[in-house]
């Protein structure tokens, strides 16, 4: 298995920039998780999707965030516009149904100048 | 709300020798306690989790405990190696959510050879 693909891995971006981050969970999985790390305030959950379906984006920190997933292999976390203090490595993380065994992909480090 | 905190911030061991990391939690129905561990440049990885109705579980050289009455969990690593060293992070779910984790701040694992 190939676990959770993410992409890009490392975004540069300059400020007023729509970013887009996506992510391909673990086939089979019906739950999808994205996360944001940083130094100030550790891990924190943005959103989650269950069965490609947002049902809790209370962690999204403001309207510049949105997320999507059209299908069940497929997600997107795009920040417009994007602000310095966005940068932050983002992960995603996909998990079967089973309560908690989340499986977190490599992430993607952004930074915004 | 669940609050999850976890001690020591940095841990630094002998080779061969035994590391343990605490976390307590503030939510008495909290019922699944996973720990990952995070390799620099990776995503967080499940190493161990317990369930409430036990009280350890064993995995080769890592074990977890589990004391509900006091409300904390433990992560043990026997036998420690130079490719234990990493960040280690507890968790524990937000009330009664079947899918949102609060992690701990971590704890950086070191290993000296």
């Known amino acids: 298995d190939a676990g959770v693909i993410q992409s890009p891995r490392h975004e540069v971006t300059e400020m007023g920039q729509e970013v887009t981050l996506r992510c391909k969970p673990i086939?089979?999985?019906?739950?999808l998780f994205w996360y944001r790390q940083t130094m100030m305030r550790g891990l924190e959950l943005l959103i989650y999707?269950?069965?490609?379906?947002?049902?809790?984006d209370s962690g999204m920190p403001e309207d510049r965030f949105s997320a999507k997933m059209p299908n069940a292999s497929f997600s997107t976390l795009k920040i417009q516009p994007s602000e310095p203090r966005d940068s932050a490595v983002y992960f995603c993380a996909s998990s079967y149904q089973t309560y908690y065994e989340q499986y977190f992909g490599p992430g993607t480090r952004l930074t915004v100048t | 709300g669940e609050n999850v905190e976890q001690h020591p911030s940095t841990l630094s061991v002998q080779e061969g020798d035994s590391a343990v990391i605490k976390c307590t939690y503030s939510?008495?129905?909290?019922?699944?306690f996973p720990w990952y561990k995070q390799e620099l440049g990776k995503g967080p990885q499940l190493i161990i989790d317990i369930r409430s109705n036990v009280g350890e579980k064993k995995d080769q050289r890592i074990a977890v405990t589990l004391n509900k009455t006091a409300k904390h969990f433990s992560l043990h690593i026997t036998e420690t190696q130079p490719e234990d060293s990493a960040v280690y992070f507890c968790?524990?779910?937000?009330?009664?959510?079947?899918?949102?984790?609060?992690f701990g701040s971590g704890t950086r694992l070191l290993v000296r050879p």
């Open positions: 999707f269950n069965n490609n379906v947002p049902i809790d």
């Open positions: 939510d008495s129905a909290s019922n699944y």
């Open positions: 968790a524990a779910p937000w009330m009664d959510s079947s899918y949102k984790l609060i």
């Open positions: 086939s089979g999985h019906n739950s």
